[in-house]
């Protein structure tokens, strides 16, 4: 039996050819470098520790024209899964799940930059889905671009949190049907991680990745 082969993820240096062998190559694996996870580890603590300090959008406020609007602290964490939650809503058929796992690869390297204060623990689930190659559904219409890929992302960022319906060796399945099948618990969201997941353009880039093949 061939050796899976890892695709070292340090949010820098992703090429084109490597998301496609990720794609087409069932046993190629992705894992964040210990230098991404120790980035994200340091922006991590500075998040923690602005939190009471100062106002921070999209972290302790609300979003949008409700930028002005200051969360409790109580409230922080479920602020973010109602930002995936209210942001799934796209509508129609699922779009190719060759698209879906190149928009998370891009996702999880992205965050491997280590800028946005998102914990390992967000990129480590990431790791596992595309590792385990369970692609969430990601209805074709719904808004790109808008500051940023929100719809798909969220409908990616909503199954990594246990919920939503995923593709999984071939066949449509609840999210938490699948993530037993491959021992993998829902997602603990943390302050800002709900926009994390959900604010970027990995969308657009992911279907140009396979696009560009």
Sequence with gaps: MAQSRAISLDGNSLTTQQVLLVVHQPRVRVKV???????????????DDSLT???IYGVNTGFGPMASHIIGRDDLVQLQYNL????????????????VLATMIIRLNTIAKGYSGASEKVAQQLE????????????????????????????????????GDVMYQGKRMATD??????????????PKE???????TAGMTGIAAIICE
């Design 53 to 55: 300090r100062r106002i």
């Design 84 to 99: 995936i939650r209210s942001h799934a809503g796209g509508i129609g058929d699922p779009i190719d799940p060759d698209h």
């Design 128 to 163: 596992r889905f595309i590792n385990a190659r369970i692609t969430p559904i990601i209805p074709e219409h719904g808004a790109v671009g808008t500051s940023g890929d929100l719809v798909q992302l969220a409908h990616i960022a909503l199954s990594l949190i246990g919920e």
């Design 194 to 200: 709900g926009l994390t997941l959900i604010n970027g």
């Design 177 to 190: 049907t699948a993530m037993k099948r491959e021992k993998i618990r829902p997602l603990v969201l943390k």
């Design 33 to 47: 470098s210990p230098v991404a996870l120790r980035r994200m580890r340091r922006s991590e603590r500075l998040l």
